[in-house]
């Protein structure tokens, strides 16, 4: 089984629904498919092509994780949540592409992604984010997402793409940090209480060099 055509009329592909089959080698994703629930195409090794329509909104957990021939992938500007581990194991992905309306990136989306080159984000707003291991055992590590509405930002063809942050991390339990030593601007995203700074924050090796502050 190489490729696969599925109806036009398939509204939701199931867990599991083509998991290890691995001589598929590519799949198209018709209009009306609004979910791929966990693990659909998990672990299918020969996967280099997936071509998404317009429609689509959510991914589920561990989607293509193991999908270890699979380079590059572009989601539409539909799709609004991507759930854990998607895309763990993918060792030769280099280059993903998410739209603009993307508000949900699960937990270690990219773990063990060794060959990731760029990452590009086309909204305007950042997308939640499960927790910091978005980025965990890739080649991006210690990266962030820039979206549109950031200062300074790095631009590429219009579209807006990984930008490394010197310094990161969590002040409280849903507070994240990023300091750039480019601009000299700290980042803090995120709702909730921040921890007690009194004796020392958490950028304290950058506090001679910041000059702005952005909440």
């Known amino acids: 089984l190489e490729t696969i055509n599925i109806p036009e009329n398939v509204e939701f592909i199931g867990q599991s629904a083509f998991a290890y089959c691995s001589s598929l080698k590519e799949i198209t994703i018709p209009l009306l498919v609004e ?28 989607v293509f994780e193991g999908c ?33 309306r993307l508000s949900y990136i699960g937990e270690a989306i990219f773990e063990n992604c060794k060959s990731l080159e760029t990452i590009n984000y086309k909204g305007q707003n950042y997308p939640l984010q499960s927790d910091s291991r978005l980025l965990s055992k890739s080649h991006l590590t210690e990266s962030v997402i820039v979206p549109s509405n950031f200062d ?42 921040v921890d007690d700074c009194d004796k020392e924050c958490p950028w304290s090796d950058y506090k001679e060099n910041i000059q702005t502050v952005v909440i």
């Open 35 to 62: 979910t791929i629930d966990d693990k659909a195409f998990q672990y299918c090794t020969s996967l280099t092509t997936v071509v998404f329509t317009d429609g689509l909104i959510e991914i589920g957990n561990s």
């Open 68 to 100: 270890s021939s699979l380079q590059t992938i572009s989601f539409p500007d539909t799709i609004d949540i991507i759930g854990d581990s998607v895309f763990e194991d993918c060792i030769n992905l280099k280059n993903v592409e998410f739209g603009n």
């Open 152 to 193: 300074n930002q790095t631009k590429t063809n219009g579209e807006w793409r990984i930008r490394k942050a010197t310094g990161q991390g969590f002040i409280g339990d849903n507070v994240e940090w990023f300091y750039f030593e480019d601009t000299n601007i700290l980042y803090l995203y995120g709702e909730g209480k």
